[in-house]
């Protein structure tokens, strides 16, 4: 039979193991892990902490370490995060050729290689537009603004 204190380095080189293995292996994840095992296994040296108790702790640390690690490690949401994976985000402030009057109730731009319902403006065909937001399949636009320089 072991003594409580021996699973408290067992604990600690699980911890150093998952650290080490956060190093090679891709993703973000195991350094919580690794670092729950390793905080139990200090206390489980320290206090002599029977297996519940320990088991109990881990559970506790990786869920703190996980939600601290979600906290301060996550991709920000704010304006000046690019819309990556976000197609329609990607096409708000692009200029655009009306096809097809705009008014309230609806036209078409040409986007790229394609058309795409548009509504907004009023803009004549031929105007260029800027996309304001995207809602569904329909692009909010804007008549371009043009500001004449001074020369």
């Known amino acids: 039979m072991s003594f409580p204190g021996d699973l408290g380095w067992w604990w600690a080189i699980g911890g150093i193991v998952l650290l080490i293995a956060e190093v090679i292996a891709p ?21 002599g902490l029977g297996l519940t108790a ?23 949401r704010g304006a000046d995060s690019a819309p990556l994976n976000d197609r329609a985000a990607q096409l708000v402030g692009r200029r655009v050729t009306v096809t097809q009057a705009i008014d309230a109730d609806g036209g078409r731009v040409r986007l790229g290689d394609g058309e795409w319902s548009a509504r907004g403006g009023p803009a004549a065909v031929g105007a260029m537009v800027v996309v304001r937001r ?12 043009e500001i004449a ?3």
Not at 62 to 71: I, K, W
């Open 134 to 145: 995207v809602e569904g399949n329909c692009l909010i636009v804007d008549p371009v603004v």
């Open 27 to 47: 993703g973000f994840f195991l350094i919580f892990v690794g670092a729950a095992a390793l905080a139990t296994g200090i206390f489980t040296l320290l206090f």
């Open 54 to 76: 320990q088991l109990v702790l881990f559970a506790l640390y990786t869920t703190v370490a996980v939600m601290a690690g979600r906290r301060f490690y996550a991709r920000p």
């Open 149 to 151: 320089s001074s020369e």
